[in-house]
């Protein structure tokens, strides 16, 4: 279990205007749930199963973001055999489905922060990740996160991925939001950028699984704790506005 740094909430670009805010975006991976050693068990199996050595899990980790075929691609070693990938590819997504739940938990304090914001304000939220929208929803199914969220989208239900900002203009057009009434919490600069693509506001998670890569791309606000997020909105000593 990841241990929080123990910082305050750190605007590193602009503020972020809580009370005009309705819809929030999350990624999954590193923002509500640390999946890190199910997916580097699955990478790892995909490996052996190729006759291959198996990789650390810091290392795995640091593959994880981009979607499963960067993931593999990337464990692979970037190999030009396109065949070769995409059977690579289709074992780690078999394993991967029976096994997505073996080890993979929510965050501390995530939940309380999920009901939180339902109870006590309009706020809508939806899942905007880079995992392949199968075992997304079947992630936040298990662990009863799918309550909480309007819509569950993964990195194949749009034709690109995030950075790219399609996945979140859908989004926002669903919702009938308008970008600077939306935020994109994440712990990538994948995150950071999909939410400046879409004219949206960022919240970095810097206990998640990509830290240090919001040094590359700051968002508007560096959280250290899910709850920071309810101070943010205002929502940490203040009932439903």
Known sequence: ??????????????????????????????????????????????????????????????FIGDGAPMLVRRSLGDPQDEDFVQSALEFFMHHYREHKLDHTYVYPGVMDVLCAIRENSDIRMAVLSNKPVGPSRGICDGLNLSAYMTKIYGGNSFSTKKPDPQGALALLDEHGVRAEQAIMVGDSQNDVLTADNAGMFSIGVTYGLSPESLKVHPPDVLIDHPKELLELLGLATHPKR
Do not use: F
């Open 1 to 62: 279990m990841r241990l929080y740094l123990k910082l305050k909430m750190i605007q590193t670009r602009r503020p972020i205007p809580a009370q005009q805010i309705k819809l929030l975006l999350w990624d999954l991976d590193g923002t509500l749930v640390d999946s890190e050693l199910d997916l580097a068990h699955s990478i790892n199996a995909m490996l052996r199963h190729l006759k291959r050595p198996e990789l650390p899990i810091e290392v795995v980790a640091s």
